[in-house]
């Protein structure tokens, strides 16, 4: 009878798991982009066409997500050969239960832009980068949207176009 | 001038950019897996080949994280389809530079496993998962290691062995 009785409770939850998006939604993904400081960048290693993530400093460009990363890395190299990538925002919190708290994946190709037009700014949000923000080896992407996957918490997920994570 | 001296800078730190393996660099690595709730799994969308990263709950098995995901969500569809995935552990803590606090790459296959075998030590880790736990569409996956890639902080990076990764 368990059995019986949680499979019912699945397939109960299946319709509406994606749940419509609303204003509420399109605010909280776009409050988690706007205050983000780190993300786990998620590429394809080149090499061995495997998954990768690590994790990436993170600022922000009219609400669009901009990356600062080293030529030296694994990661950088990925985006290079492959544009396509996907960003996890919202670090969990000291308190509470971390998988009930808000997060969104950033689905994105990223876009190698000019980092000293957005020196300011980024600085202003990162200080401790100063230290090598000027080093040739260290490039900024832009992380153009194709979809947002949000997580508000249990029970909460939706589904996002570039046009509800990005205002207009 | 700059660009000259910046671009020596860039030189330098490349040959030792990777660390030769020692005892610390495995004892962080190992205790970033006992000490991880959650982490950020990375796979490939078998629908569109392209890389995703979401949140997940995290337990381990000797030394091996241990991930219960939901058959409903996308990444588990995924890792049925390609196990090939990456988990990015050591969440960033409240304080200092989150650029600057360890955490580790633990590059994977995904192998399915029984769940009623790890009950009680996932249960004592994460007792919240309690309510869901038994539901017959969470699945338990052990990540086996294919390969390390730690980042103890600026300047120590590391790459490790499955033998490094986890106690003989």
Redesign the interface.
Known sequence: M??RR??T??AD??PD?IRPTDAEARDLARGLVATA??G?????DPAS???????V?VGHDGGVPLILVSM?A?HTRALLADP?????L?????KG????QP?L?W?SRAEPVDKTAHRDAWLAGHP??RLYY????FRMFRLSP?EG?L?GGFGRAFRLTPGDLVAG
């Open positions: 368990t059995d949680t499979e409770d699945a939850r299946k798991l400081r780190t786990a960048l998620a590429v394809t066409g495997h998954p990768f993530v690590t994790r400093a030296l694994l396509a990538c996907a960003l996890l919202g670090e969990p919190g000291p239960d971390p998988m009930n997060r994946t689905i401790k980068t000027d080093f040739p080896d194709v996957h997580n």
